[in-house]
Structure formats: C-alpha cells, structure tokens
Nanobody, 115 residues
Framework: QVQLVESGGGLVQPGGSLRLSCAAS????????MAWYRQAPGEQRELVAA???????TYADSVRGRFTISRDNARSTVYLQMASLKPEDTAVYYC?????????WGQGTQVTVSS
C-alpha cells in the first residue's frame, strides 16, 4: 500500500519559518520525482517545488529564494524548508510522488501565515 504522509504544518507569523516533511512508503522512492504543491481556498492547486531522482530542483517564481526542497532517499522522505513566510503562502500543502507509471498524493497539511 502506497502512502505519502505529510507533517510539519501549522500557524506561523509572517517572516517565520516552517519545515514540512513527507514520508513515503510502498514505492521505490529513489526513482520518483517528488514535489510539493499547494492549494489556497478558492484557488487551483499549484506546483511549489519539485526535486527529481537526479538533477537540480525547480521552484515556482513566488517561492524561489525562500523555500528549499530536499530529499533523503535513505529515509524515503522529502522536505520543504520554508523561510520568510508571507500571508499569501497560506494554503494546504500536498506532497506528490511521480514516476513514468504512477502518480501519488498525500492528504495535505495546512500552513497558515498570520499575525
């Protein structure tokens, strides 16, 4: 059974930091491109950052320079370090794992940036 389980969301003040984690099980993690998406109320889900099995990560323009995606293949875990958070970063953040033949999603974790 495939599971992607996110953790680390919460309430943070503007300018603060959070680290999201996504632990995967049931997949050959090291061959998957892992990504973080987010969806704010009334908005479409958007790609935040992605990290392939090999090669450099990519970022949405809105988070480049503030967010860092990384992966630990030994722990089958992908991370999203978020800094200098803004109210517009408020959303449900979803973990995604994609290969040539499969596409999996986590259940999401809420991030709220507010004073």
């Amino acid at each position: 059974q495939v599971q992607l389980v996110e953790s680390g969301g919460g309430l943070v003040q503007p300018g603060g930091s959070l680290r999201l984690s996504c632990a995967a099980s049931g997949i050959l993690f090291h061959i998957y491109t892992m990504a973080w998406y987010r969806q704010a109320p009334g908005e479409q889900r958007e790609l935040v950052a992605a990290i392939p099995s090999s090669g450099p990560p990519t970022y949405a323009d809105s988070v480049r320079g503030r967010f860092t995606i990384s992966r630990d293949n030994a722990r089958s875990t992908v991370y999203l370090q978020m800094a200098s958070l803004k109210p517009e970063d408020t959303a449900v953040y979803y973990c995604n794992g994609k290969s040539y033949f499969a596409d999996y999603w986590g259940q999401g974790t809420q991030v709220t940036v507010s004073s």
